[in-house]
């Protein structure tokens, strides 16, 4: 079988670490399947009911295996292929079982159950009293995910915004727009660039706050999990094409270094030369090449390079018009009209990065000290020509020509945390330890002068003229922060059935500011000092029965922020202060195949800034309130389903009597999505290794702004986005290659109905624009 193929296993011998905690014994052997890389067939009924002492150390996979069934009345038997079956000590099972549960492989192509670099204690999710949504590769593969955005629109009251004209990751998540609430490996991840798909295992979304983390927005944060050096061979090359110039190839391998039992590497990368619809370029190049170790002691050491060049377009999309009375609307033109005319918006952005994680077994096999060193290095330029406004008439452009040149960022991450556990009358479970974060960015910025010329209708009937060799402005900035945490996660196992989540976070920054406005000479520099705050958490989890457990949750968020700076503005906020109370369910059926998370929050956040026509804006605060369904099922083998519905009432808190009350900008009421395939896994069928999915997005109207109401319920300046209902196809084929690898081919279309819609509002001649329908095609070799 297909499934077979994936998870053919590494040497029974073979010692790596595990860290799997106490609990159900189908759980505990769905996580060592998966990091062992093998597959256990058993009859679901073998292990209902039944629980583990969990797995902590360095083991073999048979050893392992030993462990985790010590007590249950199991026994592991080794196939002849690799694989694993479960057999009643001193009793004969019948080894030809037809209903069986297969681990390392899940059943369920759309379901992931662990977030572990994004939690202190890593744990099956439904044992977490917040949620979280775990997006895998197979997803993205099968969606022919070409940007990460793809995937965030299958999570509930998450939609994507302008993201500095689509060349930045920037997410909304439970009303929350932030484009620096993005991590990698646990790690924050401060970049100006979109992440390769070629490097992601899994998208994991946090929803709410975490206190221990701290400095996150209240809406929670993205945790990309990059893929990690396998000890079993495997090796895969992909090229994907669609009608509107995307031209992409992927490369991904993994295994041992030579026969070692003890080093393993990963490397992936990517090459993109591809046009889009509205006759953007983009020209990717992404390589990662990663190391780890694991000695015969238990210590591990791993290590990860990564180098992104991303060249392409700001695209700022549509603008709007005024009506009079401050009033706005779209402005009536095709979707594909470009306003920056003959200049060419260029933008380049190089990264470097370097990730060392170093862990140590202690004495006490239950206890290890968990290290991770991180430093990126960003560099940036871009050229632009941008609409300042339209005129009174609702048709004459005053546009300028801006620049960003020079741009250096610098990223540097330090943390050291211990983590084990203590067996005591109440069982515990913590991690502690300190943090330490570095951020600076410099960079010159130019503007050229207003250029009144073209139409809203015929833009191109003006030829501007860059004019940066004299600019208006010319300036120099250099901002930088610097913080220390120190923080704790505990885990109380108050009975067999009952968990107490603590989470604490003591952190302090400080802030420095300085400018060369390089036409006047004139300098300026500002030091915020030092802002601290404790942020606290607490969740509760009660599994009321096998599989269902009930949770309820409150915690706080802290995040000082940089100096400010605009074309017009500069100016210091005070840190950003948010918190969460969250209640929940979620419920995993006895033989894995369903899993279903629901939730209710209420959540406030102050001293809110947003960027609005790249001005920053104090937007006072915004309050959250809603509800959340999300399923991930495979009924039967060969069938996956996910689907997902969000509601939301999010208002703006603020002293302007024009905001007040009203919904955030690009903040919708409701979202919902589902995505279902079928693949043909009979053995005996001769459609065996064709798939077939499809999948619906839809998103209820959004306004452009925040003031488009008073308080008398009066229309002010109200432009609207509308909502918008996407619906997208795909089928794909496996064909077998030679003993082992296989060719798969995919062809399908994204936004089968053409459906016009808006994706987001950065301001009001920054409206961002969905892709018509889409046409694609790809193949990927597996070896």
Do not use: C
């Not at 993205?222 to 090229?239: D, G, L, M, W, Y």
């Not at 005319?341 to 968990?370: C, F, K, M, S, T």
């Not at 120190?486 to 108050?494: A, C, K, R, V």
Request: no cysteine; proline share 4%.
């Amino acid at each position: 079988m297909a499934l077979a193929q994936q998870a053919t296993g590494q040497g029974s011998t073979t010692q790596q670490s595990y860290s799997i905690e106490a609990g159900r014994l189908d759980t505990a052997l769905n996580r060592f399947a998966v990091r062992a890389g093998i597959e256990i067939a058993f009859d679901a009924s073998l292990t209902s009911g039944k629980h583990t002492a969990g797995l902590q150390g360095q083991y073999s996979v048979d050893e392992g295996l030993q462990r985790l069934l010590a007590g249950t009345g199991l026994v592991p038997v080794r196939r002849v292929d690799g694989s694993y079956r479960l057999d009643i000590i001193d009793s004969q099972v019948d080894q030809s079982l037809e209903t069986v549960s297969v681990y390392g492989t899940l059943p369920a192509r759309y379901e992931a159950r662990y977030a572990d670099s994004s939690m202190r204690l890593p744990k099956d999710i439904i044992d977490v009293p917040r949620t979280i949504d775990v997006i895998p590769e197979q997803f993205l593969l099968d969606q022919q995910a070409r940007e990460m955005a793809d995937a965030f629109r299958l999570s509930p009251n998450v939609v994507v915004a302008d993201g500095y004209g689509g060349t930045r990751e920037q997410a909304l998540i439970r009303g929350f727009s932030r484009n620096d609430n993005f991590y990698r490996n646990g790690v924050p991840f401060s970049h100006e660039s979109r992440i390769d798909p070629a490097t992601i295992d899994n998208i994991q979304l946090i929803k709410g706050p975490v206190a221990d983390i701290g400095r996150m927005s209240p809406g929670g944060i993205v945790n990309i999990e990059t893929k990690q050096p396998q000890f079993q061979r495997e090796h895969a090359i992909s090229t994907t094409f669609d009608e509107h110039g995307q031209r992409r190839g992927t490369v991904d391998l993994t295994g041992p270094v030579g026969n070692s039992q003890n080093l393993a590497y990963r490397i992936t990368g990517s090459l993109e030369d591809s046009e889009t619809f509205r006759d953007t370029s983009v020209d990717r190049k992404f390589l990662s090449s990663a190391l780890l170790w694991h000695s015969d002691s238990g210590a591990r050491v791993g290590f990860n390079h990564e180098y992104s060049q991303d060249r392409r377009e700001i695209d700022r999309g549509l603008i709007t018009v005024p009506l009079g009375n401050s009033q706005r609307r779209l402005a009536d033109v095709p979707f594909d009209t470009r306003f920056d005319g003959n200049i060419p918006n260029e933008r380049d952005n190089q990264y470097y990065l370097a990730e060392l994680d170093v862990v140590i077994p202690l004495a006490d096999p239950a206890w290890e000290i968990d290290n991770k060193f991180f430093y990126s290095r960003e560099t940036s330029e871009d050229l632009r020509a941008e609409v300042i406004s339209v005129g009174a008439d609702r048709e004459t452009l005053s546009r300028r020509v801006g620049a960003n040149l020079d741009g250096v960022r610098t990223y540097k991450f330090a943390r050291s945390q211990i983590i084990g556990e203590i067996d005591t009358a109440i069982p515990i479970r913590v991690a502690t330890g300190v943090e330490y974060r570095e951020f600076s960015h410099e960079w010159r910025n130019l503007s050229g002068n207003p250029q009144i010329g073209g139409t809203v209708s015929s833009p191109n009937s003006f030829s501007l003229i860059n004019d940066l060799d004299s600019p208006s402005s010319d300036q120099f900035f250099d901002v930088s922060q610097k913080s220390h945490g120190i923080f704790s996660s505990t885990e109380f196992s108050l009975t067999e059935t009952v968990t107490l989540d603590l989470g604490l976070r003591y952190e302090i920054s400080e802030n420095s500011y300085h400018n060369d406005n390089l036409l006047s000479g004139a300098a300026t520099d500002i030091d915020s000092g030092s802002s601290s705050k404790l942020t606290k958490g607490l969740g509760l989890v009660w599994e009321t029965t096998p599989g269902l457990n009930l949770y309820l949750s409150y915690a706080e968020t802290f995040e000082p922020q940089n100096i400010y700076v605009g074309n017009q503005e500069v100016f210091e906020q005070d840190p950003r202060e948010g918190r969460q109370v969250e209640a929940g369910v979620k419920w995993s059926s006895a033989d894995n195949r369903y899993f279903i998370t629901g939730a209710i929050f209420d959540l406030r956040e102050d001293n809110v800034v947003e960027t609005i026509n790249g001005e920053p804006v104090p937007t006072g605060g915004i309050t959250s309130r809603g509800a959340e369904l999300s399923l991930a099922a495979n009924p039967v083998d060969g069938f996956n389903l996910r689907g997902a519905i969000g509601l939301l009432d999010a208002e703006v808190v603020s002293d302007n009597e024009v905001t007040h009350g009203n919904r955030p900008r690009n903040v919708p009421k409701a979202t919902a999505s589902l995505w279902a395939s079928y693949e043909f896994q009979n053995p005996e069928s001769a459609l065996r290794g064709l798939g077939v999915g499809s999948g619906i997005t839809y998103s209820s109207n959004r306004y452009g702004d925040n003031g488009h109401v008073n308080n008398l319920g009066e229309t002010l300046r109200s432009y609207e986005l509308g909502d918008y209902t996407v619906v997208d196809a795909g089928l794909w084929y496996y064909l077998p290659v030679g003993s082992g690898d296989r060719l798969r081919f995919d062809l399908g279309v994204k936004n089968v109905t053409d459906e016009k819609y808006i994706v987001a509002s950065g301001g009001d001649t920054r409206i961002n624009v969905g892709d018509p329908r889409t046409f694609y095609s790809g193949i990927r070799f597996e070896f």
